[in-house]
């Protein structure tokens, strides 16, 4: 079975420019995580999805940040523009919905570095 | 708001030592513990814990979950320098959709 699969894998950028992000989940699983880790924050919750739709977006930090999950095999995460600050390791998980399901599964992340 | 805080921040040890990484938290609505070993990728699963004492055990490691303290301890035993890696403690509230509340991990190295 594959993993969840994330890229680019990095990705280097000038600031103010876009950045996409993109996530495939493992087949079957309903719930969709986005997460950025730093040094300084840790590993942090932006967004999550439950069958394709955002539930809870309290954590992204700005207008700058959006996402979406078009089906249930894709999702993007957008910065624009992009800003020196955002450098991070963005993660995206997945599971799926049952008893003692909480286990997610992450995918190999993707390194943004923000000049 | 919910708070997870991992002690030690970081740790060195020789091989063949014994360490114990403790996780406290505060969280409305608990409903799960998770600890997860990052090595420098992604984040990968060891447990769940959901009821106070119940230990879970995987080979040298083993964890243990006291809901009236409100911490869980992550033991590893006989630590080889392949145990070298961030461990992270996660806490899920059932009205989040289970999302992780990460603390900040411990740094474990283990030297030859």
């Known amino acids: 079975d594959a993993g969840v699969i994330q890229s680019p894998r990095h990705e280097v950028t000038e600031m103010g420019q876009e950045v996409t992000l993109r996530c495939k989940p493992i087949?079957?699983?309903?719930?969709l995580f986005w997460y950025r880790q730093t040094m300084m924050r840790g590993l942090e919750l932006l967004i999550y999805?439950?069958?394709?739709?955002?539930?809870?977006d309290s954590g992204m930090p700005e207008d700058r940040f959006s996402a979406k999950m078009p089906n249930a095999s894709f999702s993007t995460l957008k910065i624009q523009p992009s800003e020196p600050r955002d450098s991070a390791v963005y993660f995206c998980?997945?599971?799926?919905?049952?008893?003692?399901?909480?286990?997610?599964?992450f995918g190999p992340g993707t390194r943004l570095l923000v000049l | 708001e919910d708070k997870v805080v991992q002690s030690p921040l970081s740790l060195v040890v020789h091989e063949g030592d014994t360490v114990t990484l403790n996780c406290s938290y505060e969280?409305?609505?608990?409903?799960?513990l998770l600890w997860y070993k990052q090595e420098k990728k992604a984040p990968t699963f060891l447990f769940m814990l959901?009821?106070?004492?119940i230990e879970k055990k995987s080979g040298r490691l083993s964890s243990i979950l006291d809901k009236k303290e409100l911490f869980s301890i992550l033991n590893i035993t006989a630590t080889q320098t392949g145990d070298s890696a961030i461990y992270l403690c996660?806490?899920?509230?059932?009205?989040?959709?289970?999302?992780?509340?990460f603390g900040k991990g411990t740094s474990l190295l283990v030297t030859p």
């Open positions: 996660a806490v899920t509230h059932s009205n989040s959709g289970y999302a992780l509340n």
């Open positions: 998980a997945s599971r799926r919905t049952g008893p003692f399901q909480e286990t997610q599964y």
């Open positions: 999805f439950n069958n394709n739709v955002p539930i809870d």
């Open positions: 959901t009821s106070s004492g």
């Open positions: 969280v409305t609505n608990f409903r799960s």
């Open positions: 087949s079957g699983h309903d719930y």
